[in-house]
């Protein structure tokens, strides 16, 4: 049964705001707004219904205060929170953008405080996550407050949120991403400095927060076991025929790599980034982009290339940065559960002023510790980040950043360099793609993966240290008896293989880490280490 | 009462002041729309109140009347009723017009009747400025100044008869009330109103209170009201010292040095069980009641005085004494509140309204300071006659006719500069501190406006406390126009400032001058125990108590990286790095002073990757004052010391400090140290030794202090470390840096079957779970170990005792002669005089850490074993395994140097025949050596003993790389 009560709202949602303060004017006012239009539009079917806000759709189309929704990320936190007079004169509700006339004396007891926060539309979002939506046309209008997207010269949305339930306000925190529905005014910003300019202000009624993989997925798929590892050959089979010429285990280090992300801060078990060297350079300086961003783009919903040259790494922000007490974004600045894509493939020779060796140490940082440095006047906060790397390098190792594991592209097909080079950068559109509901098990595979938890068995715990101490033992004997020094296995190689392990049982949709998940582990890598003498 | 004859005789009491009728009627107009806080020049009556309160009082003579009419332009408290003291009965009724009944406060004034200002204005005629002898009490941070005339001259007569009891102050508003009505001044009130507007509070009990509070309190109320909280105190040396009349103590002391700012720390008003109520007070009304306990500070120090001139105290008998008084008449007396708990930025919340809060933060941004045209003075040019005029809305608005009716020129009213009231004020924008901002959060800004004295106190990159009302200020869409948006915008008038926070360690206070401190009486240094110092008693005692410990020393050096295992040594070194030495210096010599001598130890971990060095650095970051991190890799020479830029706000060239001015007294981390440029390393040079940082860019020529305690962590060259090889070898840095290194540890890594199980066993039990968690084990909390790290630094400056001494000689002694070998005829250098006072140092930092003023004999044994280990490990010469500090100095060793010498022999013999003269193959002569030499040749050494030949002139090498040939030069 659908009510009429959704589509009242969504024409006039200030009568409805009204008619709720009539209710109740108390101090809970606000998480009352938030409980009760969650409410209304709790199914999911009519929570579509509600015009949503991007490309299509900007900000100025709306029209003023009328309710829409906005599926973003919150980019900066740190404007001061606003004080508003919750009841204007004869019992109105006062917030959410109303204007009123001013009062002849203001009765203090009355204010209340908003959260003013900047969010943007999310970065590197894939667009099949856009509910079945024609590609997003280039806005002819700008949008506003441009240095406040991660990335440069990418058409976004950007809107100012109001939040007026404290509640929710502590909880939201930068790069967190969330669909907030609300209404649409504009409003200048930031009261102190920027008097002047009037940006698109959303007033928030409520907000879904999404997981890291954006839409909801399950883990472990309900499955059995040989489909789901059949399912996940195929894909990797996919990704080494379309994007990585046919090379095989180049792809399941991809896809491993992809699915990783943060388990736990103390002690680190962090996304292990990865180069993969010897990647050829583009056939012709138009065509830069990798074939693989766009492979990877159909199969998780937050993709970003990070196309290196000369200019981007002295000239754009990769530092979130506070600058008159306004944080810039830079590049880095990405939501939780975003894959990374590096390309070194632009850099050409020249000089790297102070600002590159910063931007690079940031990137390097993330990659190592996953987390990354907001620049602030005289001190600089560290935020947490969750992204998976991978640096596509054209040399034996890539010439700016130390990832924990590298592997060299392998051709296993007797092409000419030239063909190789063309099925790697070929355009988007000449990807050949499964049968959409192949594709959607593909999408479910990993995106369950990305959100797994994953144990480790106690025989196989007991096996990995044994495994590890002889290891130890008889690599040292050889390194003492040899006269070239052998490479030691050190605890960063016992660590890096848990991780490994463990994604390789998430890729498996295995609760479990078992001496077969191990030994495969190994397997794998001793074919990754062989590949790099 | 004394009052109403002044009323009479005006010209003839300092306290009135004449010139205000005409002020008054200036200050009529409507009350201004408030001004944005950072128009550009805006002065400060901006600040959000009334502007127009301030000096309007005055336009009555009597006291009480400076009260009612500040009452009629209504005060700033957010409330609507005024609720008058049920309790105060008055003889008058109210008139139906009064202002003070109407609940408007901004239209009220103009309700109220002028006439009343009109009637007094020939009584102020001629105004002449030259009679004003008492400043008006103008605090720039509480808007209104209630020009509350000193009651002392009041009360003296009457000291005798009234007994100074509570009743007699009470029974002013009654006795004052006929005499008031018989003035018939319209807008007269009577003084039961002067209940603070809106509430219970009546303003004329809060005065006596406080008066009675500062003539009572003593600081065994402190303590009974610490026992009551259940908190430690601390014992009191004598009976007497709990009796001590604190303020009166204050107010002696002011006097005599001419100090106008009372510090007060609110906690004594809550602790003394009279003026209990005063504490909720001042912090809901601190606007109405700053004024008055300005007043009743006044009166007390009049009091005082007059008693102390009474008894012939010394420099208060005869003139001195009315001189004495005299002065203390035409100064301004602030009290200065502070003592609440610094809450956090983001926990304003709106109903701080116009309250009193207290906040901690970090400056990162202060205008310059502003000249605050406070009174504007005007002269007509016509017929010489003067008029004031109050700042409105951030502008004078000049008269545009004479106001004498007999002159009414037009356009002839001239500004006097020079006649012109200014006072500084400087806005401040303060950001939360990193460790007040919850995980995940960007940190949150707020706008201070200070004041007076206030300002300049603090400068960017200072960590504060500040005490302040919190204002918030409706914001107009357009400000042309009534409607809003109903927002607000907030800020913080500043009445209090205590620089450094608690939490964390301040700067090292002897970095600073004296003038950086916040002027005032009541909370200085040598007080701090007595009498606030209630928490800090508390820590003192904590502290002293855990320096008692035996084993403190193990304790604080585990606490300090507690997540990082063994390396008990360096965690060691650096802990006595952040107790640091004592600054010493000559303070005779030329110049104005000798040099300073530095007290800061610098520490140098070099060890092989993944060692957790960095994460030690990341520690000491956390816990060290003025802690800055920086990357060798990520910095240049510019960022490490200061950079020229311009200012967004004045447009002026300003110089912006590097990481290693910012952390001046205070320690700098430097990881990655070998990756930096020999540019940036460079600098180092100068900081590491002479603490100081020359700048001279874009005209700007300047020498900065920096400071600093070093610690630097760095790789060796191969990232791996060589054990075969010296550690100048395996560190690519000058030795000349790395001398300048008090201590140098080497951090390896080593194989061991039952570490690796262990280590194993750890790891693989952390991927068991998902989520996992670490054990809890003894150690101190980073906070308590910050606070008694800073404790030490800012107390504890330990004196060298004679035993020491001679410890310290006989250990330098013993180091340098651990070079002599009997056996071998050569002399090693072991220890040079920076060792002695890198021993010196770490001495003083080990007496320190135990909270001792003498650095005694174990202090002495400690440093020298920290010396000793860490030259163990890093000036052991592998060749030789002898210690041997030229390797640190110079970068060779005396092994290597003899060694060096054999090669050079061995080379001469081969090339002195004659195929030296035809030139013998590099890699040929290299094979030959090694056929001879017992020990493998060292391609470097090699090179080194070539160069060397070359330099001389001996030899010369022709070809390149693989083809070299060394050929013998004849003659």
């Known amino acids: 049964m659908v009510s009429a009560l959704p589509f009242d709202v969504i024409a006039d949602p200030s009568t409805e705001l009204q008619r709720l303060f009539d209710q109740d004017s108390s101090d809970s006012f606000p998480a009352r707004v938030a409980d009760h239009f969650s409410s ?45 007079l919750a009841e204007a004169g004869g019992h109105k509700y006062g917030g959410w953008g109303v204007v009123y006339d001013a009062p002849d004396e203001i009765d203090y007891d009355n204010l209340r405080e908003c959260s003013v926060f900047w969010a943007v539309s999310i970065p590197g979002e894939s667009d099949w996550i856009h509910e079945g939506q024609a590609q997003p046309i280039s806005s002819a209008q700008a949008p506003s407050q441009p240095h406040k997207y991660p990335h440069p010269n990418i058409a976004h949305v950007g809107i100012q949120l109001k939040i007026y339930n404290p509640s929710v306000a502590e909880t939201l925190k930068s790069t967190d991403t969330a669909t907030f529905v609300g209404l649409i005014t504009s409003e200048p910003r930031d009261l102190d400095t920027h008097a002047s300019d009037a940006v698109p202000t959303l007033h928030v009624l409520f907000h879904r927060p999404h997981p890291i993989t954006i839409l909801p997925y399950t883990f472990p798929l309900p499955s059995p076991r040989e ?35 943060v388990q736990s801060r103390t002690p680190p078990i962090l996304p292990p980034s990865l180069t993969l060297s010897r990647f050829p350079s583009p056939p012709t300086p138009s065509l830069c982009t990798p074939v693989l961003c766009a492979v990877i783009t159909h199969l998780f919903p937050a993709v970003t290339l990070l196309p290196l040259s000369l200019g981007t790494i002295n000239d754009s922000c990769f530092m979130p940065e506070s600058r008159e007490e306004d944080l810039h974004s830079g590049w880095l600045q990405l939501p939780r559960g975003s894959i990374c894509l590096v390309t070194e493939s632009g850099v050409t020779e020249g000089d790297i002023n102070e600002k590159g060796v910063l931007n690079l140490r940031a990137t390097q940082e993330i990659m190592t510790h996953q987390v990354l440095d907001y620049v602030f006047p005289y001190s600089s906060f560290k935020f947490e980040t969750d992204i998976a790397w991978i640096v596509l390098s054209e040399g034996h190792k890539s010439a700016f950043f130390q990832t924990h594991i590298s592997i060299p592209l392998k051709m296993t097909n007797e092409i000419s360099d030239t063909g190789v080079k063309e099925r790697l950068f070929k355009p988007k559109d000449e990807i050949t793609l499964p049968p959409q509901d192949k594709l959607e098990m593909f999408r479910s595979l990993v995106g369950g993966a990305k959100i797994g938890l994953v144990g480790v068995s106690e025989d196989a715990a007991e096996f990995i240290q044994e495994d590890f101490v002889e290891e130890r033992r008889t690599s040292n004997i050889a390194s003492t008896s040899a006269s070239k020094p052998h490479s030691k296995i050190t605890a960063d190689d016992l660590i890096r293989r848990m991780t490994m392990a463990k994604l390789l049982a998430l890729s498996l949709h295995e609760t479990e880490v078992t001496v077969d998940i191990w030994n495969r582990m190994k397997e794998l890598d001793a074919r990754r280490t062989s590949r790099l003498d | 009462m004394s009052s109403p004859p002044r009323l ?20 009529m107009p409507d009350a201004p729309p408030r001004d944005p806080l950072f128009l550009a020049g805006t002065p400060s009556t901006s600040a959000g109140t009334p502007a127009r309160l301030r000096g309007q009082a005055p336009a009555t003579s009597s006291p009480l009347r400076g009260i009612t009419a500040r009452r009629a332009v209504g005060l700033d408290t957010p409330k609507r009723t005024p609720l008058f003291d049920p309790g105060s009965s008055s003889p008058i009724a109210f008139p139906s017009s009064s202002p003070a009944k109407t609940p408007s406060r901004r239209v009220n004034f103009t309700s109220d009747p002028p006439e009343a200002h009109t009637d007094s204005e020939p009584l102020h005629f001629p105004s002449s400025p030259g009679t004003i002898t008492t400043p008006k009490n103008r605090r720039g941070d509480i808007h209104s100044s209630l020009v509350f005339t000193p009651r002392a001259a009041r009360r003296t007569p009457r000291a005798s008869d009234a007994l100074g009891s509570d009743g007699a102050h009470l029974d002013i508003p009654a006795s004052s009330a006929p005499v008031l009505s018989a003035a018939a001044a319209p807008t007269d009130e009577p003084d039961e109103q002067r209940a603070i507007w809106g509430t219970m509070v009546n303003l004329n009990e809060t005065m006596t209170l406080f008066h009675e509070f500062l003539s009572g309190f003593k600081p065994k109320y402190r303590l009974a009201h610490h026992r009551a909280e259940g908190r430690p105190t601390r014992a009191l040396l004598d009976p007497e010292e709990g009796e001590i009349l604190v303020y009166e103590t204050y107010m002696r002391r002011m006097r005599q040095t001419g100090e106008t700012n009372l510090n007060l720390d609110i906690v004594n008003l809550l602790a003394y069980p009279p003026s209990k109520k005063l504490y909720q007070y001042v912090i809901k009304y601190p606007q109405e009641l700053i004024p008055a306990m300005d007043t009743v500070l006044k009166e007390f120090m009049l009091e005082i005085a007059e008693r102390d001139r009474e008894e012939g105290i010394d420099g208060m008998d005869g003139a001195a004494g009315y001189e004495e008084i005299g002065e203390i008449m035409s100064k301004v007396y602030k009290v200065r509140p502070f003592g609440l708990n610094p809450i956090n930025m983001r926990e304003l919340n709106p109903s701080d309204t116009e309250k009193l809060v207290c906040i901690k933060g970090l400056v990162i941004r202060a205008t310059p300071v502003i000249p605050d045209m406070k009174v504007a003075f005007f002269r007509c040019l016509t017929c010489n006659h003067t008029v004031q005029v109050e700042i409105e809305r951030g502008k004078i608005e000049e008269p545009s006719r004479c106001p004498r009716d007999v002159c009414a020129t037009v356009g002839t009213m001239s500004l006097v500069h020079n006649r012109c009231d200014f006072a500084d004020r400087q806005v401040i924008r303060v950001q939360e501190t990193p460790d007040a901002v919850p995980d995940g959060q960007t940190p949150h800004t707020v706008s201070l406006s200070v004041y007076d004295e206030l300002v300049d106190v603090a400068k960017p990159g200072d960590r504060m406390i500040v005490t302040g009302i919190f204002r918030s200020l409706p914001v107009r869409v357009n400000p042309r126009q009534r409607t809003m948006k109903s927002l607000f915008k907030t800020y913080l008038d500043v009445v209090h400032v205590r620089l450094g926070t608690d939490g964390h360690l301040g700067f090292d206070r002897t970095t600073r001058s004296s003038s950086d401190r916040v002027g005032g009486v009541g909370d200085g240094e040598e007080d701090r125990d007595k009498e606030n110092g209630t928490l800090r008693a508390e820590l003192e005692e904590k502290l002293r108590n855990l320096s008692q410990k035996p084993d403190v020393y193990e304790l604080l050096a585990r606490s300090l990286a507690p997540s990082i295992w063994e390396m008990d040594d360096v965690k060691k070194g650096i802990l006595l790095q952040l107790f640091g030495g004592t600054n010493k210096s000559i303070s005779r010599g030329g110049g104005g002073g000798g040099p300073r001598y530095r007290g800061d130890i610098n520490v140098l971990l070099v060890g092989d990757p993944g060692t957790s060095k960095s994460q030690i650095l990341q520690y000491v970051h956390k816990i060290a004052p003025r802690g800055v991190y920086t990357s060798g890799k990520g910095s240049s020479a510019v960022g490490l010391t200061a950079y020229v830029t311009r200012d967004p706000d004045s447009k002026q060239l300003v110089l912006e400090s590097g990481a290693l001015v910012l952390s001046d007294g205070g320690v700098c981390c430097i990881d990655e140290f070998d990756k930096m440029s020999d540019a940036t390393r460079s600098v180092l040079h100068e900081v590491m030794e ?14 900065l202090n920096a400071r600093t305690s070093i610690l630097a962590a760095a790789n060796p060259v191969g990232s791996k470390y060589d054990v075969d090889m010296p550690i100048t070898r395996n560190i690519d840095l000058p030795p000349t840096l790395i001398s300048r290194f008090d201590l140098l540890y080497l951090v390896l890594d080593q194989v061991d079957e039952s570490l690796d199980r262990k280590l194993a066993q750890h790891l693989v039990g952390l991927y068991l779970e998902d989520t996992p968690t670490n054990e809890g084990r ?28 001679e410890e310290l000689v006989r250990s330098y002694v013993e180091m340098r002669n651990m070079g002599d070998d009997p056996r071998a005829g050569e002399k090693r250098i072991t220890a040079t005089t920076r060792q002695l006072e890198s021993m010196i140092r770490l001495s003083e930092g080990h007496a320190r850490m135990r909270f001792s003023d003498y650095v005694e004999l174990e202090d002495v044994r400690e440093a020298v074993r920290l010396m000793r280990e860490a030259i163990k490990t890093s000036a ?10 030229g390797l640190l100095n110079t970068g060779t060793g005396q ?3 003899r060694l060096r010498e054999d090669m050079r022999k061995e080379l001469m013999n081969i090339l002195n025949g004659a195929e030296g003269l035809r030139g013998v193959k590099w890699t040929d002569a290299v094979k030959r050596l090694a056929e001879q030499s017992s020990i493998r040749v060292d391609q470097a050494e090699f090179q080194e003993v070539i160069k060397g030949l070359e330099n001389e002139g001996i030899v010369k090498v022709v070809g390149e790389r693989d083809r070299r040939t060394i050929r013998r030069i004849e003659g």
């Not at chain 1, 539009?41 to 003023?64: C, G, Q, R």
Request: charge should be negative.
């Open chain 2, 778 to 805: 003894d150690i101190l909390p980073v906070k308590e170990l910050s606070a008694y790290i800073d404790f030490a630094r800012s107390r504890i400056h330990p004196v060298i005792t004679e035993n020491a001494g």
């Open chain 1, 227 to 261: 489909s789901i590892s059949g399912l996940r050959r195929e894909l990797i089979e996919w990704i080494a025929r379309e994007a990585l010429a046919d090379d095989i285990d180049a792809a399941e280090w991809v896809l491993l790599c992809c699915l990783a992300r």
């Open chain 2, 895 to 897: 092994g290597q140097l």
């Open chain 2, 8 to 27: 009479d005789f005006p010209s003839s009491d300092n306290d009135v002041d004449m010139s205000n009728g005409t002020q008054e009627q200036q200050t």
């Open chain 2, 690 to 703: 002479q603490q100081t940082v020359s700048v001279a860019k874009a005209g700007i020529i300047t020498t």
């Open chain 1, 40 to 84: 209304i539009f709790a199914d999911p079917i009519v929570f579509d219904k509600i015009p949503p806000v991007d490309l299509n759709n900007p900000p100025e189309s709306f029209k003023d205060r009328a309710l829409i929704r906005f599926r973003a990320m919150v980019q900066d936190t740190s404007a001061s929170p606003e004080m508003y």
């Open chain 2, 876 to 885: 052991m010469d592998p060749r030789t395994g002898k210690i041997d500090m």
